[in-house]
């Protein structure tokens, strides 16, 4: 057999294994199948590639380019992912268990895409959160925002998700303009080099952009600087031997951690059998437990269930994973395949003999099951194994010992209080379900456990044919969990993005927060352009051009034929003694949206032109009443401009409505697409 030479790329040039090199079995039968490692890679060049090559050209692009980018990835993966779904046989995974780390995967870029178009702005500074007004006139202002740091981003990833663990970090350290240097778990690492040499022949990425370790990382992280960042997947004990090095802790470097964790499932008092949610949460437990052999960090590892209900459970879901049949990863009736490693067996099977003195195995016998298609001496097979604790409120290591692989503990619970204090034992976990139909018990774990959980999941009858599963993390949300989980964050749309970025709070007048910012802040310098802005295409408006309209009187007439027309005969319009029984009214006012509808007539050009179509408004608010036989006028000013494809962008406008002695009386942002 011909074993694979599992290369790095580091500063430009794929190297080959060398010294320290280390074998890899396959995880069915055995045998080596690739070797990975060498010692002699120049660690600080490549950390001097990355923040001088690849940090520049990634920082030259606005958020935009590099979504476009992240996109163009995704797409180039994809077109070939029939490859690393093949190679990845070899990790003992499952065809399904493929789609969840490669396609999902896939589909976590184009999430982050998405949300690089649509949530942030064409620009290289990101403007975080509101205007902050610093003194009584507006000419000195606070705003915060954050920009790239100017470092790299070290990524230490975990055998179980080869393709998705890498993409699920890469994707919003792109975005947000910071290069990646990949360190995959050595076991697995075949497959994050394919992903890797795809991305790179895509001819996507910048230079210094992606770089890749396969083996050990030597003494690289003793090289970081405070623009540097560390992100790790993996164990506890080795994210405490890391994250505590001295260099570490001296240079406050960044680092984000997702640890192992006792995740926890708790069936609602509710849940009985025979109902959904009773159903549902068998389901969703013999999913955890099988999928990737139970190699998740996000597995359901301890079950809480109501004391006269854990028998029936263990009847019921003993019966589902006798379905489970274990084999060949690649034949189509195999659900689970084997453990990623040899090595990794022999620590599940240490780890579940201590859940053992705390708790009886009631399913699964490690030395007596059946394999189909493979060796279950050569492979690192292993039965799904249920324990069953009877003392939850004494034993220990059922809270804080973790079994990598296909192993799940049932205790039982007296009420939800005590559910609670169960499942807050394991001292931090990535995720936590409750399957119940009971929006109160929901709310009362919500209140007693959220501080100890990264993520809740809650399902039943109603969201169970649409929701994702106790086990996924999803891009949008945050990966992640306090204590022993690490007490880091991953993902979570814009949030991971800003995890490679530094928040900085910038003062100074509109003029120069306008021009940092390319957004116009009230107060700063107004444009005024050639004709009409509604006549102009979007490439030919300026951030700060102005339209101040001619003013209008609002009669009584129009007040009475808006109320009648429209309906609204409220009475601080109709009534003018009631109305001044109001704290907030002269007497008689205007309707609020018969300012905005007289205001909209007053600004706009009717002709057809670049504007498309009225999008909606943002941050309306009322600041004055407008009483019969007052004038009012308007300014429309360019506040922020955002190309959304090829054919249009949106333009954000500042609307001001003032009387006629220029007191604010409503505000707020008008949205429209205008053609290019």
Same mark, same amino acid.
């Given at each position: 057999?011909?074993?694979?030479?599992?290369?790095?790329?580091?500063?430009?040039?794929?190297?080959? *294994?060398?010294? $320290?090199?280390?074998?890899?079995?396959?995880?069915?039968?055995?045998?080596?199948?690739?070797?990975?490692?060498?010692?002699?890679?120049?660690?600080?060049?490549?950390?001097? !590639?990355?923040?001088?090559?690849?940090?520049?050209?990634?920082?030259?692009?606005?958020?935009?380019?590099?979504?476009?980018?992240?996109?163009?990835?995704?797409?180039?993966?994809?077109?070939?992912?029939?490859?690393?779904?093949?190679?990845?046989?070899?990790?003992?995974?499952?065809?399904?268990?493929? =789609?969840?780390?490669?396609?999902? $995967?896939?589909?976590?870029?184009?999430?982050?895409?998405?949300?690089?178009?649509?949530?942030?702005?064409?620009?290289?500074? !990101?403007?975080?959160?509101?205007?902050?007004?610093?003194?009584?006139?507006?000419?000195?202002?606070?705003?915060?925002?954050?920009?790239?740091?100017?470092?790299?981003?070290?990524?230490?990833?975990?055998?179980?998700?080869?393709?998705?663990?890498?993409?699920?970090?890469?994707?919003?350290?792109?975005?947000?303009?910071?290069?990646?240097?990949?360190? *995959?778990?050595?076991?697995?690492?075949?497959?994050?080099?394919?992903?890797?040499?795809?991305?790179?022949?895509?001819?996507?990425?910048?230079?210094?952009?992606?770089?890749?370790?396969?083996?050990?990382?030597?003494?690289?992280?003793?090289?970081?600087?405070?623009?540097?960042?560390?992100?790790?997947?993996?164990?506890?004990?080795?994210?405490?031997?890391?994250?505590?090095?001295?260099?570490?802790?001296?240079?406050?470097?960044?680092?984000?951690?997702?640890?192992?964790?006792?995740?926890?499932?708790?069936?609602?008092?509710?849940?009985?059998?025979?109902?959904?949610?009773?159903?549902?949460?068998?389901?969703?437990?013999?999913?955890?437990?099988?999928?990737?052999?139970?190699?998740?960090?996000?597995?359901?590892?301890?079950? =809480?269930?109501?004391?006269?209900?854990?028998?029936?459970?263990?009847?019921?879901?003993?019966? &589902?994973?006798?379905?489970?049949?274990?084999?060949?990863?690649?034949?189509?009736?195999?659900?689970?395949?084997?453990?990623?490693?040899?090595?990794?067996?022999?620590?599940?099977?240490?780890?579940?003999?201590?859940?053992?003195?705390?708790?009886?195995?009631?399913?699964?016998?490690?030395?007596?099951?059946?394999?189909?298609?493979?060796?279950?001496?050569?492979?690192?097979?292993?039965? *799904?194994?249920?324990?069953?604790?009877?003392?939850?409120?004494?034993?220990? &290591?059922?809270?804080?010992?973790?079994?990598?692989?296909?192993?799940?503990?049932?205790?039982?619970? &007296?009420?939800?209080?005590?559910?609670?204090?169960?499942?807050?034992?394991?001292?931090?976990?990535?995720?936590?379900?409750?399957?119940?139909?009971?929006?109160?018990?929901?709310?009362?774990?919500?209140?007693?456990?959220?501080?100890?959980?990264?993520?809740?999941?809650?399902?039943?009858?109603?969201?169970?044919?649409?929701?994702? #599963?106790?086990?996924?993390?999803?891009?949008?949300?945050?990966?992640?969990?306090?204590?022993?989980?690490?007490?880091? %964050?991953?993902?979570?749309?814009?949030?991971?993005?800003?995890?490679? =970025?530094?928040?900085?709070?910038?003062?100074?007048?509109?003029?120069?927060?306008?021009?940092?910012?390319?957004?116009?802040?009230?107060?700063?310098?107004?444009?005024?352009?050639?004709?009409?802005?509604?006549?102009?295409?979007?490439?030919?408006?300026?951030?700060?051009?102005?339209?101040?309209?001619?003013?209008?009187?609002?009669?009584?007439?129009?007040?009475?034929?808006?109320?009648?027309?429209?309906?609204?005969?409220? !009475?601080?319009?109709?009534?003018?003694?009631?109305?001044?029984?109001? *704290?907030?009214?002269?007497?008689?006012?205007?309707?609020?949206?018969?300012?905005?509808?007289?205001?909209?007539?007053?600004?706009?050009?009717?002709?057809?032109?670049?504007?498309?179509?009225?999008?909606?408004?943002?941050?309306?608010?009322?600041?004055?009443?407008?009483?019969?036989?007052?004038?009012?006028?308007?300014?429309?000013?360019?506040?922020?401009?955002?190309?959304?494809?090829?054919?249009? #962008?949106?333009?954000?406008?500042?609307?001001?409505?003032?009387?006629?002695? #220029? %007191?604010?009386?409503?505000?707020?942002?008008?949205?429209?697409?205008?053609?290019?």
């Amino acid at each position: 057999m011909t074993i694979q030479q599992i290369n790095s790329f580091a500063a430009g040039e794929w190297i080959a *294994p060398g010294a $320290g090199a280390r074998n890899i079995a396959s995880a069915v039968t055995g045998d080596v199948i690739a070797s990975a490692g060498n010692n002699a890679l120049d660690v600080q060049g490549m950390l001097d !590639y990355a923040r001088n090559v690849g940090g520049p050209a990634l920082r030259a692009l606005t958020f935009h380019d590099r979504a476009k980018m992240i996109k163009a990835l995704a797409l180039a993966i994809s077109k070939q992912k029939q490859a690393l779904y093949d190679l990845s046989f070899a990790t003992g995974a499952t065809q399904s268990d493929h =789609m969840i780390d490669i396609d999902g $995967g896939i589909g976590t870029m184009f999430v982050f895409a998405s949300k690089g178009r649509r949530e942030m702005p064409d620009a290289q500074i !990101y403007l975080d959160g509101d205007l902050e007004q610093l003194s009584r006139h507006g000419t000195f202002m606070g705003q915060h925002i954050c920009t790239p740091l100017q470092g790299v981003a070290v990524h230490i990833n975990a055998f179980n998700f080869p393709v998705w663990g890498m993409l699920e970090k890469l994707a919003p350290t792109l975005l947000a303009g910071v290069p990646a240097i990949v360190k *995959p778990a050595t076991n697995s690492c075949y497959v994050t080099e394919l992903a890797v040499k795809i991305m790179l022949d895509s001819g996507v990425l910048p230079a210094g952009a992606l770089q890749l370790v396969s083996g050990g990382i030597g003494d690289m992280l003793d090289h970081l600087t405070l623009q540097d960042v560390v992100s790790f997947t993996g164990s506890a004990q080795t994210a405490l031997a890391l994250r505590s090095a001295p260099h570490i802790l001296e240079n406050s470097i960044r680092f984000v951690a997702e640890q192992d964790s006792l995740n926890a499932s708790i069936l609602g008092p509710d849940a009985a059998p025979g109902t959904p949610e009773f159903d549902l949460f068998v389901k969703e437990v013999q999913r955890e437990m099988t999928t990737k052999a139970g190699q998740k960090c996000t597995a359901i590892r301890r079950m =809480m269930v109501p004391e006269n209900h854990v028998d029936a459970v263990i009847k019921v879901l003993s019966a &589902r994973l006798d379905k489970t049949q274990i084999g060949d990863p690649t034949l189509d009736t195999t659900r689970m395949g084997a453990l990623v490693s040899g090595g990794q067996k022999r620590d599940v099977l240490e780890k579940a003999a201590i859940l053992g003195q705390e708790a009886e195995r009631v399913y699964g016998d490690p030395e007596n099951f059946n394999v189909d298609g493979a060796d279950a001496n050569k492979g690192a097979f292993l039965p *799904p194994m249920l324990f069953h604790c009877a003392n939850p409120d004494t034993a220990q &290591r059922v809270h804080d010992t973790e079994a990598f692989g296909p192993v799940s503990t049932i205790m039982g619970y &007296r009420d939800v209080d005590h559910a609670i204090e169960l499942v807050n034992k394991g001292q931090g976990s990535l995720v936590a379900s409750v399957i119940t139909h009971d929006p109160a018990v929901a709310r009362e774990v919500t209140i007693g456990a959220g501080a100890f959980h990264g993520r809740l999941y809650f399902n039943n009858r109603d969201s169970m044919k649409e929701s994702t #599963g106790h086990g996924s993390p999803l891009p949008h949300m945050v990966h992640g969990g306090p204590g022993r989980a690490g007490g880091g %964050e991953e993902m979570g749309g814009v949030r991971g993005v800003m995890h490679y =970025m530094q928040r900085t709070a910038i003062q100074g007048s509109p003029d120069i927060l306008t021009a940092i910012g390319e957004q116009w802040v009230p107060g700063a310098a107004e444009i005024k352009g050639p004709s009409h802005p509604f006549t102009r295409k979007f490439g030919e408006l300026s951030i700060g051009e102005t339209l101040h309209t001619d003013p209008r009187i609002v009669t009584l007439e129009d007040i009475e034929t808006f109320a009648h027309f429209t309906g609204d005969t409220f !009475y601080a319009h109709m009534d003018d003694a009631a109305a001044k029984r109001n *704290p907030f009214f002269p007497g008689r006012v205007a309707h609020g949206y018969l300012l905005l509808s007289f205001a909209a007539g007053m600004f706009v050009e009717p002709n057809e032109g670049p504007v498309l179509a009225n999008t909606g408004l943002d941050n309306l608010r009322f600041m004055k009443p407008i009483e019969a036989g007052e004038s009012i006028k308007v300014r429309l000013t360019v506040k922020k401009k955002t190309p959304r494809n090829d054919e249009y #962008g949106e333009v954000r406008w500042h609307v001001s409505l003032t009387d006629i002695e #220029g %007191e604010l009386a409503a505000e707020y942002e008008l949205l429209t697409m205008n053609s290019f």
